[in-house]
């Protein structure tokens, strides 16, 4: 009996890894095509799963649901209180915009900000989600994944959201190795002209991918990389001292 319910649980958790990746959703020939589990199979866990509200039923397909955002949401809390301190503190050195974002397949999503208190200065909403081929952010948490997860996720033709976006794989693989390599990545107006960006990721024992970032206005990010990069370093460092207590 208790092979049998982990053996449920396993089979309910490839579902949901296999819907992590297609936010639009799928159905449930391909749910079970991807997860090669019997089209029974899946239809019958996809409805224990919607009426927990982990899932969600739509014309286009099955989705992710509601519950999985709350779960999500309070598995935050811990990092974001830890990591608050140290955003701050950075924030106040650098004097511009602190990002802690988190990796979610093609995405990353803000889940806490320091604001600059500079004039002219970068921000967003929490809850954004930046696309992680052409964010700072973005290919810093993708570095940390193999190449051919990398294609599969993004497809052929990257979206070109300004004229400095990578817009191809092979251009983009090439960034990624120099992003492994200096363990830090870096967007040059790629995502939103006028706006910079420069990020590491948080090594941590959570199940979750983060990044840290600076947020800073294309006109001073070059005569200013040589300050932030140390600062942004050390601000890692003192999380992840925090994280791995």
């Known amino acids: 009996m208790e092979k049998q319910g982990s053996q449920v649980i396993a089979r309910a958790a490839q579902i949901l890894r ?10 449930i020939t391909a749910l079970a095509k991807q997860t090669g589990l019997p089209r029974t199979t ?24 509601p519950a999985l955002t709350r779960l ?13 301190p140290a955003m701050e503190s950075l924030g106040r050195r650098t004097r511009e915009t602190v990002d802690l974002s ?29 696309p992680c081929h052409c964010t700072a952010h973005g290919k810093a948490l ?18 070109a959201r300004t004229p400095q976006t990578i817009n191809s794989l092979p251009a983009l693989a090439e960034e990624l190795a120099v992003v492994r390599q200096r363990h830090y990545a870096i967007d040059r107006e790629e995502h939103a002209r006028g ?13 979750e991918r983060y990044a840290l970032s ?8 070059d005569e200013q990389l040589a300050t932030l990069l140390p ?15």
Request: glycine letters at 6%.
């Open 231 to 245: 600062a942004l370093l050390q601000s890692k460092a003192e999380i992840e001292s925090l994280l791995n207590l």
């Open 214 to 221: 600076l947020a800073v206005p294309a006109l001073r990010f």
């Open 72 to 84: 999500a949401a309070s598995a935050h809390t811990d990092i974001v209180a830890l990591s608050r």
């Open 42 to 65: 899946v239809h019958r866990l996809v409805i224990s799963l919607e009426s927990q509200q982990l899932l969600t039923a739509t014309e286009q397909g099955v989705r992710l649901g």
């Open 142 to 159: 993708w570095a940390t994944l193999p190449e051919a997860q990398i294609a599969a996720l993004l497809g052929e033709q990257p979206e």
């Open 195 to 207: 706006v910079c960006g420069i990020a590491v990721t948080l090594a941590s024992p959570l199940n």
């Open 102 to 130: 988190v990796y979610r397949g093609t995405h990353a999503i803000l889940v806490s900000q320091f604001a600059s208190d500079r004039e002219l200065r970068v921000m967003s909403p929490l809850g954004t989600a930046f």
């Open 18 to 27: 296999a819907l992590e990746s297609q936010p639009q959703g799928m159905s």
